[in-house]
């Protein structure tokens, strides 16, 4: 058969199973849309390229399948590049296609030319520039298998216009692209790791995106259960344990428990699964797990050393390791361990004073009128944390957060994608009166698409979690952390073609309730108090065990907090 390069690419993103794309068009783009036209892909037209990126992954985030997005050249592509490099720090397997200038232009400066692959080299996993329509035949494949080969990730494949309107003959189509089998597990590794477990009096396993990444939560409970090992996880590892679990002490880091904090430095054989061991989640990495030997199992060989020296590691998928390593270790009951794991829990778990008005007392609410099976999707700031602390994740990605690269705006686009992606189940995005600003435009999109998007803003007229480093940190001088404008938002949202509310302090339950109910799309403004800070948290530099748990007692400075947990 004969195709435009065009053609081929939209014919060849359907055969990886692509149904949904989001992007712009533009002039570098315009052939491959005008194949979109034609064919069964439904499009979601985004109001920023950033926006696009963001509902790829919340599809990608939500299911575990990679997802794609498009940009034109020039500004499109610029504007994408934030999603990009979100996808790379949290992993995430998004396929961006992007228009250029035709192959001729490219180095002119022509108009509305970047050099979009020199720019995303360094927040890709992998990137293309084609320079033929038969290379498409070949790089959609790849960017595809790269995209969720070991460690998955953003891939992006930069298509100039006159590749696209290249006419070619195909014989064949290529297979589509698919995961490499992960690399087998040492069965030495295992077995002297199920040995350090036994010997091991007080384990503790540290888990995160990677135990997501490769499914493996039944097999990180059944090793917990088994051998009486107690669990913290990263904001990335929420849902890998389910909430109420006896030995599961929550998230760790920088706004995580004292009591994850007094285990990990209590632990004597650290066993870290699918993580990085990212500062925010270590402190000071010299008070991480002092008296412990490190395990460290991940998939990218890269991540092993990279912070903290294990004892033992293999880079390895960890699925596969755990169910053999589960039919190696010996049974334990470790009671005195986990007595002392109690008694953290007891004395040192998160605590919410019963005060109505405290962020997370709202966040409990919310959970508790959506539906079990909802997806949320937090944006970042205080609220992300009181969402990371306070919503009960069940399963693994239903907790949609931007983690490594900590990006504003990510919350409104990614619960599109995941609405989009999951069209039975609702999808409660919590967002800050900051972050919703960022992409606030999308709301068009949600409205256009009517989209089960419930949308909760913590309205605290802050950059709440700037304005807390600043009281803390800076001597209370608060520089552009105010919003000296209030929007009303509920008007604007109504404004997109959505039902908007705004509620007020102290909340009336039946009206919290009634406003939730129902369908989305729809957008809460929500008062928060406007100096409510995220407690625990470790200042900068600090170890995790020094953290703040309470404002700081007038006249001492910094870190000597009043504990109330
Ligand atoms: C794109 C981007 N710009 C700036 C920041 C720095 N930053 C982190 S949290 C935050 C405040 C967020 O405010 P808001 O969304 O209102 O949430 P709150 O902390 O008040 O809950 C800022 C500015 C960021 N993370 N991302």
């Not at 985030?61 to 996808?87: E, H, K, Q, V």
Request: with cysteine; aromatic share 4%.
């Amino acid at each position: 058969m004969q195709l435009n390069g065009a053609s081929l690419l939209i014919e060849l993103l359907q055969r990886q199973g692509i149904e949904i794309v989001a992007g712009i068009p533009g002039g570098a783009n315009l052939p491959l849309y005008d194949a979109l036209g034609r064919s069964r892909l439904r499009h979601v037209l985004v109001r920023h390229e950033q926006a696009g990126g963001f509902l790829a992954q919340g599809i990608a985030r939500s299911t575990g399948n990679a997802a794609a997005c498009f940009a034109t050249s020039g500004p499109g592509a610029t504007n994408l590049l934030t999603a990009i490099a979100d996808a790379k720090l949290d992993s995430i397997p998004i396929v961006a296609v992007t228009g250029q200038v035709p192959t001729g232009l490219i180095g002119t400066d022509a108009f509305q030319e970047v050099d979009t692959y020199g720019m995303s080299i360094p927040v890709t996993k992998h990137n293309f520039l084609v320079r033929s329509a038969a290379e498409l035949l070949e790089v959609v494949p790849e960017a595809f298998r790269l995209a969720l080969s070991g460690r998955p990730g953003p891939v992006l494949i930069d298509v100039p216009k006159d590749v696209q309107n290249a006419r070619i003959d195909v014989e064949r189509l290529p297979e589509p692209g698919t995961a490499d089998a992960p690399p087998e597990p040492d069965g030495a590794v295992l077995a002297a790791m199920a040995r350090m477990i036994a010997a091991a009096e007080r384990p503790l396993l540290y888990v995160g995106g990677g135990v997501v990444a490769s499914g493996a939560e039944e097999e990180v409970r059944a090793l917990s259960a088994a051998c009486g090992i107690p669990v913290v996880c990263t904001l990335m590892g929420l849902g890998i344990m389910p909430p109420e679990d006896a030995g599961f002490l929550g998230m760790l880091g920088m706004h995580g428990s004292l009591a994850t904090a007094h285990a990990v430095d209590r632990t004597d054989l650290l066993i870290a699964l699918g993580v990085r061991f990212d500062d925010r989640a270590t402190g000071a990495i010299a008070g991480f797990a002092p008296r412990a030997r490190v395990i460290h199992l991940d998939i990218d060989e890269a991540e092993i050393g990279k912070i903290r020296r294990p004892d033992l590691s293999a880079g390895c998928d960890v699925k596969r390791a755990l169910k053999r390593l589960n039919r190696l270790v010996a049974r334990a009951e470790r009671s005195e361990w986990r007595a002392e794991i109690q008694a953290l829990r007891a004395g040192h778990s998160l605590a919410l004073r019963e005060e109505e008005s405290h962020p997370g007392n709202l966040v409990r609410r919310l959970a508790a009128l959506s539906p079990s099976d909802a997806v949320v999707s937090v944006d970042v700031g205080q609220h992300q944390m009181w969402a990371a602390q306070w919503w009960p994740v069940r399963r693994t990605r239903t907790f949609l957060t931007s983690g490594g690269l900590g990006s504003m705006g990510f919350s409104v686009p990614a619960g599109m994608g995941a609405a989009l992606a999951n069209p039975d189940r609702p999808v409660i995005v919590l967002t800050g009166d900051g972050s919703l600003l960022i992409n606030i435009q999308e709301l068009a999109t949600i409205a256009e698409n009517n989209l089960d998007v419930r949308i909760c803003v913590l309205n605290n007229g802050h950059l709440g979690l700037v304005r807390q480093q600043q009281e803390l940190f800076y001597g209370e001088r608060y520089v552009a952390s105010r919003f000296e404008s209030r929007p009303d938002y509920a008007a604007i949202a109504r404004g997109f073609g959505m039902r908007g509310h705004t509620l007020r302090l102290p909340y009336d339950e039946a009206e919290l309730g009634a406003a939730l109910e129902g369908r989305g799309p729809v957008l809460l403004d929500i008062e928060v108090p406007e100096t409510q800070n995220v407690y625990p948290m470790v200042p900068p530099g600090k170890s995790n065990v020094e953290a703040i748990t309470d404002a700081p007692v007038a006249g001492t400075a910094g870190a000597a907090g009043r504990s109330r947990a």
